[in-house]
């Protein structure tokens, strides 16, 4: 059991059973669920009617949230990835608070296409409560995906920080 020091005793059971229902609410939610299971989770997922998610017509066919949040040894925050992910476009457009590019801080924005990393920048750091950094970030993303241009069938993030 993994506790999340500093944030109430969570567990990383906890917290992703608070995210799930924090989704379960969310308008333009729906089908929020567990991966790989409820009795194991690591993920929430939730797929997003996009147009009442962002309030605002949108042209994907389908979209979903992907989430994980974890807590390293050694560190005094938690790790997270928040996705916005486009199957049919094989796009993803993600919040990651991790280790991945010290380069970029402890936080960034990162846009793949087709698998591929497109652009990656700076994000603001929050450290704040883990269900204070997902309402944050889900209030980001209309702004994010509104932000991605496409040209010639590629997309780009041109305009971040928006």
């Known amino acids: 059991m993994i506790f999340l020091a500093g ?5 990383q059971r906890t917290l992703l059973r608070d995210v799930h229902d924090r ?9 929020v669920r567990y991966r790989p299971s409820r009795r194991r989770p ?3 997922i939730a797929d997003i009617d996009s147009t009442t998610f962002l309030s605002d017509s949108y042209d994907a066919a389908t979209a979903r ?9 050694g560190v005094d925050h938690e790790y997270y990835r928040i996705n916005w992910v486009e199957p049919d476009r094989n796009l993803m457009l993600g919040f990651h608070q991790d ?16 698998d591929t990393p497109v652009d990656r920048y700076e994000a603001a750091f929050l ?3 883990p269900l204070a950094v ?10 994010a995906v509104e932000a991605i ?14």
């Open 149 to 162: 241009r496409w040209e010639n069938g590629a997309p780009s993030l041109p305009t971040w920080p928006v």
């Open 134 to 143: 997902l309402d944050n970030r889900l209030q980001q993303f209309p702004a």
């Open 65 to 73: 949230l992907e989430i994980r949040f974890w807590y390293p040894a």
């Open 42 to 44: 690591r993920y929430v």
């Open 7 to 11: 944030r109430g005793r969570y567990t």
């Open 127 to 129: 450290d704040v409560h």
């Open 23 to 31: 989704l379960a609410n969310q308008a333009g939610c729906e089908d």
């Open 99 to 114: 280790t991945d590019h010290p380069d970029l801080g402890p936080c960034h924005i990162q846009l793949n296409h087709e």
